[in-house]
């Protein structure tokens, strides 16, 4: 009895040191979050009162092409930066590792690991800088290029072509993307028993089967966290849409988060901005749960 | 069967392996070129780019537009306040991570993992949920326009990620030292700095890097909170030098090579820490 007393005047000890970091996110997350759903059932041009109108932002964006049309446009960076490096990064670490790492030496594979992961560190903006560089019509590095090798009629409005623009932001969106897969994934095979493989040398498998049926499986957990991460990165993608194309020309390359902020700062509509980027905080929960419980099913079938 | 014969005994091998060698070298070099291409554009007048195009070498090293450049948008005066938010929001984000993780992971409140979900999910949101509110609520407390808001606000963002990611490894922290700690009579604040603070340096630092580049780099924030030219962090500075009309190729050049320059070498300096960090992340 005088024990579970003193354990629990323990507990409450504990929870004083939870304080400022309560305080702080009721005050920059807790509060601005409901004020956020709140705002998206007025009518508020962020000045005067706030004039309820229940849904009707929300029957608007159901109409609204340009809602329709960011969140298609979601769904192709989210190939880029998801699926294309994914796949990419797996086969890319599993060369690096299992052959580069062991045939040539470690030193060489994290050289190449190091190189691929650059433009990972860049700041967003830097990135869009360049690249908006690189794909300028006029004077961009890549029309140039072709032009020097003769291919000057491939030549493109790369960012300002609606044909153009959203496959040039996917590519760019793959080349910042890639590395993040390529580290996580080598430092998973290093979890890999070499004595499975050894085994499986004895079965006769193939560098194909011990890739797929150990490497793959083993490193399970780093492909869902990847899987996940990306997906919710790609979900909020920001600063690369600002710098390069504005979400455009027209909406070829509206994205959420973009659609929202134009909302919030440009068109003075808070209420609608409010709508759409409470739609997209829902579909990231959704996306997250359902997620996490695929990967803890899974968890328990391979227990 | 053991990887040793393997090494010497095949004659196809070395061909495979300059095959792969120069597959990877080449894949990488093409990742890389654009850094390339900055770097040798940065150098170049914008004489020398019109006529010899992006891909020449510079005829003459031409550090001119460099430093117009830097004097333009005040470079100093933006690497200071990136500086100075980022060091200060990586400081107190680790600071407020490792006392909610004293409380949920070694504390074992109720209902951790309610809390946890809480900060995971506070790390998820899109930043544009709480924006516009933050942006009403710091005009009416005179905060707009300030470094302080934005250190505030990146704060509790990263500390979301960093309780979520530090009371996991609170949660196996070794109970021998906490108890030998408790036998020496110290309190509960005392064990956190002379214990568990120390005993976990290695994560708490790798905590830190992170927080400094991913608040160094951060671009939406700064856009809306910092309008003052003498205010703003280096993304912000260069993306806004973008959007005027007469900035020329060179001046671009070198613009992205100062982008580029800070965040590489961060890169390099913390190159170790971020790999044991990616590492020790992706097991949790």
């Given at each position: 009895?005088?024990?579970t007393?003193?354990?629990?005047?323990?507990?409450?000890?504990?929870?004083?040191?939870?304080?400022?970091?309560?305080?702080?996110?009721?005050?920059?997350?807790?509060?601005?979050?409901?004020?956020?759903?709140?705002?998206?059932?007025?009518r508020?041009?962020?000045?005067?009162?706030?004039?309820?109108?229940?849904?009707?932002?929300?029957?608007?964006?159901?109409?609204?092409?340009?809602f329709w049309?960011?969140?298609?446009?979601?769904?192709?960076?989210?190939?880029?930066?998801?699926?294309?490096?994914?796949?990419?990064?797996?086969?890319?670490?599993a060369?690096?590792?299992?052959?580069?790492?062991?045939?040539?030496?470690?030193?060489?594979?994290?050289?190449?690991?190091?190189?691929?992961?650059?433009?990972?560190v860049?700041?967003?903006?830097?990135?869009?800088?360049?690249?908006?560089?690189?794909?300028?019509?006029?004077?961009g590095?890549?029309?140039?290029?072709?032009?020097?090798?003769?291919?000057?009629?491939?030549?493109?409005?790369?960012?300002?072509?609606?044909?153009?623009?959203?496959?040039?932001?996917?590519?760019?969106?793959?080349?910042?993307?890639?590395?993040?897969?390529?580290?996580?994934?080598?430092?998973?095979?290093?979890?890999?028993?070499?004595?499975?493989?050894?085994?499986?040398?004895?079965?006769?498998?193939?560098?194909?089967?011990?890739?797929?049926?150990?490497?793959?499986?083993?490193?399970?957990?780093?492909?869902?966290?990847?899987?996940?991460?990306?997906?919710i990165?790609a979900?909020?993608?920001?600063?690369?849409?600002f710098?390069?194309?504005?979400?455009?020309?027209?909406?070829?390359?509206?994205?959420?988060?973009?659609?929202?902020?134009?909302?919030?700062?440009?068109?003075?509509?808070?209420?609608?901005?409010?709508?759409?980027?409470?739609?997209?905080?829902?579909?990231?929960?959704?996306?997250t749960?359902?997620?996490?419980?695929?990967?803890?099913?899974?968890?328990?079938?391979?227990? | 069967?053991t990887?040793a014969?393997?090494?010497?005994?095949?004659?196809?091998?070395?061909?495979?392996?300059?095959?792969?060698l120069?597959g990877?070298?080449?894949?990488?070099?093409?990742?890389?070129?654009?850094?390339?291409?900055v770097?040798?554009?940065?150098?170049?007048?914008?004489?020398?780019?019109?006529?010899?195009?992006?891909?020449?070498?510079?005829?003459t090293?031409?550090?001119?537009?460099?430093?117009?450049?830097?004097?333009?948008?005040?470079?100093g005066?933006?690497l200071w306040n990136s500086?100075?938010?980022?060091?200060?929001?990586?400081v107190?984000a680790?600071?407020?991570?490792?006392?909610?993780?004293?409380?949920?992971?070694?504390?074992?409140?109720?209902?951790?993992?309610?809390?946890?979900?809480?900060?995971?999910?506070?790390?998820?949101?899109?930043?544009?949920?709480?924006?516009?509110?933050?942006?009403?609520?710091?005009?009416?407390f005179?905060?707009?326009?300030?470094?302080l808001?934005?250190?505030?606000?990146?704060?509790?963002?990263?500390?979301?990620?960093?309780?979520?990611?530090?009371?996991?490894?609170?949660?196996?922290?070794?109970?021998s030292?906490?108890?030998?700690?408790?036998?020496?009579?110290?309190?509960?604040?005392?064990?956190?700095?002379?214990?568990?603070?120390?005993?976990?340096?290695p994560?708490?630092?790798?905590?830190?890097?992170?927080?400094?580049i991913?608040?160094?780099?951060?671009?939406?924030?700064?856009?809306?909170f910092l309008?003052?030219?003498?205010?703003?962090?280096?993304?912000?500075?260069l993306a806004?030098?973008?959007?005027?009309?007469?900035?020329?190729?060179?001046?671009?050049?070198a613009?992205?090579?100062?982008?580029?320059?800070?965040a590489?070498?961060?890169?390099?300096?913390?190159?170790?820490?971020?790999?044991?960090?990616?590492?020790?992340?992706?097991v949790?």
């Amino acid at each position: 009895m005088a024990k579970t007393r003193s354990r629990q005047g323990g507990k409450s000890g504990y929870l004083l040191f939870l304080l400022p970091g309560v305080l702080l996110f009721t005050a920059v997350i807790i509060i601005p979050l409901i004020m956020n759903i709140g705002i998206s059932f007025t009518r508020w041009q962020g000045i005067g009162t706030p004039q309820w109108v229940g849904l009707e932002h929300y029957e608007r964006l159901i109409h609204d092409a340009n809602f329709w049309a960011s969140f298609r446009n979601i769904l192709f960076i989210i190939v880029a930066m998801v699926v294309v490096p994914t796949l990419l990064g797996l086969f890319l670490a599993a060369v690096l590792f299992d052959y580069v790492g062991k045939r040539i030496g470690p030193g060489t594979a994290s050289v190449f690991r190091s190189g691929l992961y650059l433009p990972q560190v860049l700041p967003v903006a830097v990135t869009g800088i360049v690249w908006g560089w690189f794909l300028n019509s006029s004077t961009g590095v890549f029309n140039s290029i072709l032009d020097s090798i003769g291919l000057g009629f491939l030549a493109q409005n790369w960012l300002g072509d609606p044909q153009w623009a959203l496959w040039s932001v996917m590519f760019v969106m793959v080349w910042v993307q890639l590395g993040y897969p390529v580290v996580m994934f080598m430092s998973g095979l290093q979890r890999v028993d070499p004595e499975l493989y050894e085994a499986a040398d004895l079965d006769g498998a193939g560098w194909w089967q011990k890739f797929t049926r150990i490497a793959v499986h083993l490193i399970k957990p780093e492909i869902y966290v990847v899987l996940v991460t990306t997906t919710i990165s790609a979900l909020k993608i920001f600063g690369q849409i600002f710098v390069l194309t504005r979400g455009g020309p027209g909406n070829s390359t509206l994205v959420p988060s973009y659609f929202a902020w134009q909302n919030f700062f440009e068109k003075f509509n808070a209420g609608y901005g409010a709508a759409i980027s409470t739609v997209l905080t829902l579909i990231i929960i959704v996306l997250t749960y359902v997620f996490l419980r695929i990967q803890t099913a899974d968890e328990r079938r391979g227990a | 069967m053991t990887k040793a014969p393997a090494k010497a005994s095949k004659p196809g091998g070395l061909a495979t392996k300059t095959l792969v060698l120069a597959g990877l070298t080449i894949f990488t070099g093409l990742v890389l070129a654009p850094f390339l291409v900055v770097l040798i554009n940065a150098f170049k007048s914008s004489e020398d780019y019109s006529q010899g195009g992006p891909l020449a070498l510079p005829s003459t090293l031409y550090f001119q537009g460099m430093i117009d450049f830097w004097n333009r948008v005040e470079f100093g005066e933006k690497l200071w306040n990136s500086f100075v938010i980022a060091a200060s929001v990586a400081v107190l984000a680790v600071i407020i991570s490792v006392l909610n993780a004293y409380a949920i992971g070694i504390g074992r409140l109720r209902g951790r993992t309610a809390f946890l979900m809480f900060f995971l999910l506070a790390n998820l949101l899109p930043q544009e949920a709480l924006v516009y509110p933050l942006y009403y609520l710091s005009k009416q407390f005179d905060l707009y326009n300030t470094r302080l808001m934005v250190i505030i606000i990146l704060t509790a963002i990263q500390a979301a990620f960093g309780t979520y990611l530090l009371s996991s490894v609170f949660r196996d922290f070794p109970p021998s030292l906490l108890e030998a700690a408790a036998l020496d009579g110290a309190g509960k604040l005392r064990t956190l700095i002379r214990v568990v603070v120390p005993t976990s340096w290695p994560t708490l630092s790798v905590l830190f890097t992170f927080f400094f580049i991913w608040t160094w780099n951060e671009f939406f924030l700064p856009l809306i909170f910092l309008i003052d030219n003498d205010l703003q962090t280096v993304p912000l500075a260069l993306a806004v030098l973008q959007g005027q009309r007469e900035v020329d190729i060179t001046t671009t050049a070198a613009s992205a090579l100062l982008g580029i320059v800070p965040a590489v070498l961060f890169f390099l300096i913390f190159q170790r820490t971020l790999t044991r960090g990616v590492m020790s992340g992706a097991v949790k």
